[in-house]
């Protein structure tokens, strides 16, 4: 929503603020999409983004955000990075079938090298 959008540059050009005066070393987001950081540097950014932290592992991996991320020199930080268990956003999405963990830790490369 645009009251969203407004609150998240808001928010941005804060951190903006706290990494000009030397209160912070690295400024980042967490859980952005490719569109989120698009609408955040079409309302102006002096320093980009440095991190996007998201979920992400080999059952979920949000193609667009990272590429962006890439296209951008955002670093990806990705969390539930063995998946997430049951409440992941891939196991909401096909009902508690995808649980990540589960499905990762039982995989016969991960239990060879454990």
Partial sequence: ????????????RALEALYRSGRARAIGVSNF???HLA???????EVMPMVNQVEAHPFFV????VGYCERHSIIVQAYSPLGGGPGSN?????GGEADGTR?????????DIA
């Fill in 103 to 111: 499905l990762l830790l039982s995989h016969v490369a991960v239990r």
């Fill in 1 to 12: 929503s645009e009251e969203h959008r407004v609150a998240r540059h808001q928010t941005w």
């Fill in 62 to 65: 949000p193609q667009e955000t």
């Fill in 33 to 35: 999409t490719a569109d």
């Fill in 90 to 94: 891939a196991a909401r999405a096909t």
């Fill in 39 to 45: 609408q955040l540097v079409e309302d102006g950014v």
